[in-house]
């Protein structure tokens, strides 16, 4: 802990800045902070996002729903420079009053329709294309309550523990404790259910896959905040053999690596607008 005590001040207000990570883009208001217009590709979706767990769902959805064959689900996919405050340009905000990516327009039909938070972009895609997300109302909603337990559990382990045990400027105990606590709860809630079931959802494979895995599924792959040994990952020995085997699918290998730009050659593709793009990537 910081050897000064710290006192809240009666109101808080904004006139230091906290030194971690995204400290630059870090903004006590919303909105626009210039106009930016957004680049258009040519296929009827239009993603702006980046390769982080949130950005990877939706590119994992739509490589599932070409890898189906549908070719309506086609998509240029565009990268949002976070570290450099792009998801503050007029255009995007437009899309996301949130400011945060993935944020998708459809453009298939004469009205386009903007959707953002990723759970919703799921649930949008998977209606639309009706894949990946049962019709049957009990399956449904199994589904639906593990996407919303994504939803909102991943803020623990990313803006919690994440942020404390991997951005925050120093090594605070008190944080990182509570939200590691959390986590490897988080981690035992899904060890159980994977235990019984082969997906999260039961037998078939769903949107609530594609939500959990860029998170959980990728930390006990120990490819996340470098936290593997720390959180003891390997003992959730079910979750890894779900993890391990969602990275064998098509439809995971290419829709991780678009819009990413760190790694390795063969795993990073800024901008996607076609299945070559990846193709050639994953060449590499
Ligand atoms: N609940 C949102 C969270 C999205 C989110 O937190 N996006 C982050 C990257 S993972 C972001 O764009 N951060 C930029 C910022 O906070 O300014 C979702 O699931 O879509």
């Known amino acids: 802990m910081s050897e000064e005590k710290y006192e809240p001040p009666k109101v808080w207000t904004w006139d230091k800045a906290s030194g971690g990570k995204f400290a630059n883009i870090n903004r006590p208001i919303s909105g626009a902070t210039h106009d930016k217009e957004l680049p258009l590709g040519e296929h009827p979706f239009q993603l702006h996002s980046l390769a982080t767990p949130n950005g990877v769902k939706v590119t994992i959805m739509f490589e599932e729903l070409l890898a189906l064959g549908i070719k309506e689900a086609e998509y240029d996919a565009f990268i949002v420079n976070i570290q450099e405050g792009e998801q503050f340009g007029s255009d995007f905000v437009a899309i996301n009053p949130n400011s945060k990516i993935p944020a998708l327009m459809d453009r298939s039909s004469e009205k386009p329709v903007r959707i953002f938070e990723s759970g919703?972009?799921?649930?949008?895609?998977?209606?639309k294309f009706g894949h990946f997300l049962p019709e049957n109302s009990e399956a449904r909603a199994e589904v639906m309550s593990w996407l919303m337990w994504q939803m909102g559990s991943a803020p623990f382990l990313g803006g919690g523990f994440g942020h404390?045990?991997?951005?925050?400027?120093?090594k605070f105990e008190y944080p990182i404790n509570r939200y590691a606590m959390e986590v490897k709860r988080q981690l035992d809630v899904l060890d159980k259910q994977l235990e019984k079931h082969e997906f999260i959802a039961?037998?078939?494979?769903?949107?609530?896959?594609?939500?959990?895995?860029p998170w959980y599924g990728v930390l006990v792959q120990g490819k996340l905040y470098e936290a593997a040994e720390f959180l003891d990952v390997e003992s959730y020995k079910h979750v890894l053999r779900w993890a391990?085997?969602?990275?064998?699918r098509e439809g995971v290998k290419r829709g991780r690596i678009?819009?990413?730009?760190?790694?390795?050659d063969n795993e990073k593709l800024a901008n996607r607008h076609s299945a070559s793009d990846i193709d050639e990537t994953l060449a590499k």
């Open 258 to 264: 678009v819009n990413r730009v760190w790694g390795e």
């Open 202 to 213: 039961g037998d078939e494979y769903t949107i609530a896959d594609m939500a959990i895995w």
């Open 120 to 127: 919703a972009i799921l649930i949008y895609l998977a209606e």
């Open 164 to 170: 404390f045990y991997a951005y925050a400027p120093e």
């Open 244 to 248: 391990n085997q969602l990275s064998e």
